[in-house]
T-cell receptor, first 111, second 118 residues
């Protein structure tokens, strides 16, 4: 069983829709949770990170962590075609240790 | 400021050949990583380093070796390439984020190396 599970998609939604991306994990030792965005043929870039359970908001993006359920989510409001990319969740046991990634969800926003 | 630079960007190898991928970062980061990315598999950690002179195994280390002789460089070696090592390889470096009630890591990635083993 992989430590981090993520639905690979692809996911296609119309412009303006709310997008929900999710990951589950098996090891309760994970403490730090991140979302990376990867455009085609580029390296991933950090989108959001969070350290504790609850919600963290940044513009149109909200990251949610539920440690009791071992479940994290990324919500994108008012989705734009420029949001079309692969979104990868990532986790660490402790700060600045090895980073474990999910398989990524390919998202397409239709104009 | 170049960030993370990977060399080469593309390479075709024959089975059994060896090669070294070079990763260089100019951000003075302590931590560096090598990942491979395959369709449907996401990023899988091969090896990582928490400082100059240190290395550690990741999720899929077999068939690879690494060295971190200088803080700014992290080398990934394939001693005897196999078709199963055909992949896109990403190097990353990271620093620890510390703020009021916040901790975490931000990793910066290179542009990737597309390796084909025939």
């Amino acid at each position: 069983q992989k430590e981090v599970e993520q639905d690979p998609g692809p996911l296609s939604v119309p412009e303006g829709a709310i997008v929900s991306l999710n990951c589950t994990y098996s090891n309760s030792a994970f403490q730090y949770f991140m979302w990376y965005r990867q455009y085609s043929r580029k390296g991933p870039e950090l989108l959001m990170y969070t350290y504790s359970s609850g919600n963290k908001e940044d513009g149109r993006f909200t990251a949610q962590v539920d440690k009791s359920s071992k479940y994290i989510s990324l919500f994108i409001r008012d989705s734009q075609p420029s949001d079309s990319a692969t979104y990868l969740c990532a986790m660490e046991y402790s700060s600045a240790s090895k980073i474990i990634f999910g398989s990524g969800t390919r998202l397409s926003i239709r104009p | 400021n170049a960030g993370v630079t990977q060399t080469p960007k593309f390479r075709v190898l024959k089975t059994g050949q060896s090669m070294t991928l070079l990763c260089a970062q100019d951000m003075n980061h302590e931590y560096m990583y090598w990942y491979r990315q395959d369709p449907g598999m996401g990023l899988r950690l091969i090896h990582y380093s928490v400082g100059e002179g240190t290395t550690a195994k990741g999720e899929v280390p077999d068939g690879y070796n690494v060295s971190r002789l200088k803080k700014q460089n992290f080398l990934l070696g394939l001693e005897s390439a196999a078709p199963s090592q055909t992949s896109v390889y990403f190097c990353a470096s990271s620093y620890e984020i510390r703020g009021r009630g916040v901790r975490g890591t931000e990793a910066f990635f290179g542009q990737g190396t597309r390796l084909t083993v025939v």
